[in-house]
C-alpha cells in the first residue's frame, strides 16, 4: 500500500542555517505530494504541494521537488528563522484515494 | 472565522463513557475526514464523507466508532465505551470534490482516564 517515510528529528538549527527535511514515498501511480507544518498549538496548515512530477511546490521560502525517480519529496529552506519552529509533516494523496497518508513528522526547533 | 472549526477542543472523560465530537467543515466544501493522531504520530485516516454519504472507512474505525453527516454540512463522530487507546487528537478536514487540498480544523483533544 501507499506510504510515506520522513527523516527522524528532532532538527535543532540555528538561526539562517540551510534546511533539509528528507521524504520518500511509496504508492501506485501518480499521487499527489503535500508538505504540512504544524506549529505549537496550531492545527495542521498546507505549506506546499505537486501534483506531478518534475513540479515544484514553493511557499514562505520553503521548496520542494516532487522527484519520481527517487519517489522524494525533499523539503528545503535556505535560511531558517526561529518562526520556522513547528512539526513538519509530508504527505501523499492517490489518484483516486480521497484520504491523505502522512508521514511521523519531523520536529524542527531554530535557535537564535 | 470561516476555516474549519472542531468542537470541543479539549474532552476529558472516563473509560467506558461516550463521547461525541462536532466539525464544521469550511462551507461549500463536500467533502469531509477524520484522522486521528497520537503524540509523536503523523495524523491517520479514520473515515470520509462525500455530502451526506460515507465513501470510505480506515480499519482503524472499529464498531465502538461511528460518525455521520447527516445534512451534508457538519459531521459527528462518536466514540462509545471508550478504552485509554482512544486518547488522541482527533482531526477534521474538509476539501472541494476534485481539490487535493484539505483544510484542517484545530482539532479535539480526548484524554480517556
Known amino acids: 500500500g501507499n506510504s510515506v517515510t520522513q527523516m527522524e528529528g528532532p532538527v535543532t538549527l540555528s538561526e539562517e542555517a540551510f534546511l533539509t527535511i528528507n521524504c520518500t514515498y511509496t504508492?501506485?501511480?501518480?499521487?499527489?505530494l503535500f508538505w504540512y507544518v504544524q506549529y505549537p498549538g496550531e492545527g495542521l496548515q498546507l505549506l506546499l504541494k505537486?501534483?506531478?512530477?518534475?513540479d515544484k511546490g514553493s511557499n514562505k521560502g520553503f521548496e520542494a521537488t516532487y522527484r519520481k525517480e527517487t519517489t522524494s519529496f525533499h523539503l528545503e529552506k535556505g535560511s531558517v528563522q526561529v518562526s520556522d519552529s513547528a512539526v513538519y509533516f509530508c504527505a501523499l494523496k492517490g489518484g483516486s484515494q480521497g484520504n491523505l497518508i502522512f508521514g511521523k513528522g519531523t520536529k524542527l526547533s531554530v535557535k537564535p | 472565522d470561516t476555516g474549519v472549526s472542531q468542537d470541543p477542543r479539549h474532552k476529558i472523560t472516563k473509560r467506558g463513557q461516550n463521547v461525541t465530537f462536532r466539525c464544521d467543515p469550511i462551507s461549500e466544501h463536500n467533502r469531509l475526514y477524520w484522522y486521528r493522531q497520537t503524540l509523536g504520530q503523523g495524523p491517520e485516516f479514520l473515515t470520509y464523507f462525500q455530502n451526506e454519504a460515507q465513501l470510505e472507512k480506515s480499519r482503524l474505525l472499529s464498531d465502538r466508532f461511528s460518525a455521520e453527516r447527516p445534512k451534508g454540512s457538519f459531521s459527528t463522530l462518536e466514540i462509545q465505551r471508550t478504552e485509554q487507546g482512544d486518547s488522541a487528537m482527533y482531526l477534521c478536514?474538509?476539501?472541494?470534490?476534485?481539490?487535493?487540498?484539505?483544510?484542517f480544523g484545530p482539532g479535539t483533544r480526548l484524554t480517556v482516564l
Open positions: 478536514a474538509s476539501s472541494l470534490l476534485g481539490i487535493n487540498e484539505q483544510f
Open positions: 504508492a501506485t501511480g501518480y499521487p499527489s
Open positions: 505537486a501534483t506531478k512530477a518534475d
